[in-house]
């Protein structure tokens, strides 16, 4: 199976600044998937990126998929403490449908 | 929000007693997954599910068994709990197709303590 390397860890950033987490796979992905969990709950649907070079934006959160389709980032452009919580990025290899995931990305916007 | 409900939230049990947890559907869909969430790990695929009685092992196997005797049900087992699956469990739902995009639906988890 694929390992997902995210990066940093953790993060704090003082609100209104831009941030950008970093999703790195081992193998070709077939689909790359971000999710946002505030702690003690589900987590969140954020965007899906299957094609490479693909770039996706929702509000001020942007993900991109690398040409080589084995690296994403996830940009957030003036951060609000609503951005808070830990992002994951998922990834679907597409032969056996196994979701694997990152460890996660802890973000902390100060106000 | 996705039709997806884990039962129960929270649990305490003891060292060495079975536990099922239990993952409920009203979606449909043909994949469902058990992970577990631990700090420093992120989510740890534990077995996931491409049908009725199709079942494979994720990474974390060891220690747990499922079953999927209908399509909107997937029940986990820890057979005999330990200390070390104390962890929160989520459960997740996807639709299949080759072209569509697999977004999995996540339920809202179940704490685990086993003491």
């Known amino acids: 199976s694929q390992e997902l390397e995210q990066s940093p860890q953790s993060l704090i950033v003082q609100e209104g600044k831009n941030l950008t987490i970093n999703c790195t796979s081992s193998?070709?992905?077939?689909?790359l998937y971000w999710y946002k969990q505030k702690y003690g709950e589900g987590l969140i649907f954020l965007m899906m990126l299957q094609k490479g070079g693909e770039e996706k934006s929702h509000e001020k959160i942007t993900a991109k998929l690398d040409e080589k389709k084995q690296q994403s980032s996830l940009h957030i452009t003036a951060s609000q403490p609503s951005h808070a919580g830990i992002y994951l990025c998922?990834?679907?290899?597409?032969?056996?449908?196994?979701?694997?995931f990152g460890s996660g990305t802890q973000l902390t916007v100060l106000p | 929000d996705a039709g997806i409900t884990q039962s129960p939230r929270h649990k305490v049990t003891e060292t060495g007693t079975p536990v099922t947890l239990r993952c409920h559907q009203t979606?449909?869909?043909?994949?469902m997954y058990w992970y577990r969430q631990d700090p420093g790990h992120g989510l740890r695929l534990i077995h996931y599910s491409y049908g009725v009685k199709d079942t494979d092992k994720g990474e974390v196997s060891d220690g747990y068994s499922v079953s999927r005797s209908k399509t909107e049900d997937f029940l986990l087992t820890l057979e005999s709990a330990t200390s070390s699956q104390t962890s929160v469990y989520f459960c997740?739902?996807?639709?299949?197709?080759?072209?569509?995009?697999?977004?999995?639906?996540f339920g809202q988890g179940t704490r685990l303590t086993v003491v």
């Open positions: 998922g990834a679907d290899e597409g032969s056996a449908r196994q979701l694997t």
């Open positions: 193998k070709t992905l077939y689909g």
């Open positions: 997740a739902i996807s639709a299949a197709g080759a072209t569509t995009e697999l977004e999995a639906f």
């Open positions: 979606e449909n869909h043909r994949y």
